[in-house]
């Protein structure tokens, strides 16, 4: 398990880059949607920063090859996420 943490800090996704990802590997959201099985229309939200569960979140970067923290922004400080990874 991976929790992404920022202390003290507002947290925002940085949609662009799964979009940019996305692109990159040359597929539609259709594609992606179908391999994460979502509709396009979620990964649409995804794509604009709007709410979405999760695990969408991470399915999504899985697939692109990307990170969760490569997308998460602790917003007052402008720095990127830290990972902790559970030990237990």
């Not at 509709?39 to 991470?58: K, V």
Request: hydrophobic residues 40%; charged residues 25%; aromatic residues 4%.
């Amino acid at each position: 398990m991976v929790y992404i943490f920022c202390m003290r800090e507002n947290v925002k996704l940085n949609s662009e880059r799964i979009g940019a990802a996305r692109v990159a590997k040359g597929w539609t959201r259709d594609d992606l949607a179908r391999a994460i099985k979502v509709s396009p229309a979620t990964i649409s939200r995804l794509e604009r920063g709007i709410s979405l569960r999760p695990g969408t979140l991470y399915s999504a970067c899985r697939e692109l090859g990307i990170t969760v923290e490569s997308v998460i922004v602790c917003t007052s400080a402008g720095k990127e996420a830290g990972k902790m990874t559970n030990t237990s």
